[in-house]
């Protein structure tokens, strides 16, 4: 199976992007007060690009043999993901304000950025540690 680890990680990758444009985008809608972010097709769209990304890292983890809870950054990003979905939550349906849903949407898009910063570095701390002495 570790013949198939490129085209898995290429599709994680994507899967990431995907996700992370998708959010960025609907987030910016809601924000301007529309109504199409919140349509059924894009929410069924997120939630199968999401399921492709989870595969896609679970295969990943398997293939490495590298896991949450073992592995200090897989670990780190597991807890951010948790951290990002349910500021995802309240930045799109559940924040009560406008400002409520402004606050947790840029803050998801920090999380976001520091999944990736924890992904592309292998470090805890993503690209801060360069700055944590």
Do not use: N
């Amino acid at each position: 199976m570790i013949e198939f680890y490129p085209q898995i990680r290429l599709v994680h990758i994507a899967a990431v992007f995907a996700s992370g444009g998708l959010f960025f985008l609907r987030g910016a809608g809601v924000q301007l007060g529309a109504q199409w972010p919140m349509v059924a097709p894009l929410r069924y769209l997120s939630y199968t690009i999401d399921t492709v990304l989870l595969t896609a890292a679970l295969m990943l983890a398997s293939l490495l043999h590298q896991y949450p809870f073992v592995h200090a950054w897989l670990t780190v990003k597991v807890l951010l993901l948790v951290v990002y979905i349910v500021l995802g939550m309240f930045a799109l349906r559940r924040g009560r304000t406008r400002m409520a849903r402004l606050g947790c949407w840029v803050l998801a898009l920090l999380v976001y950025a520091l999944i990736v910063s924890v992904a592309r570095t292998h470090h805890p701390l993503g690209l801060l540690h360069r700055w944590a002495g």
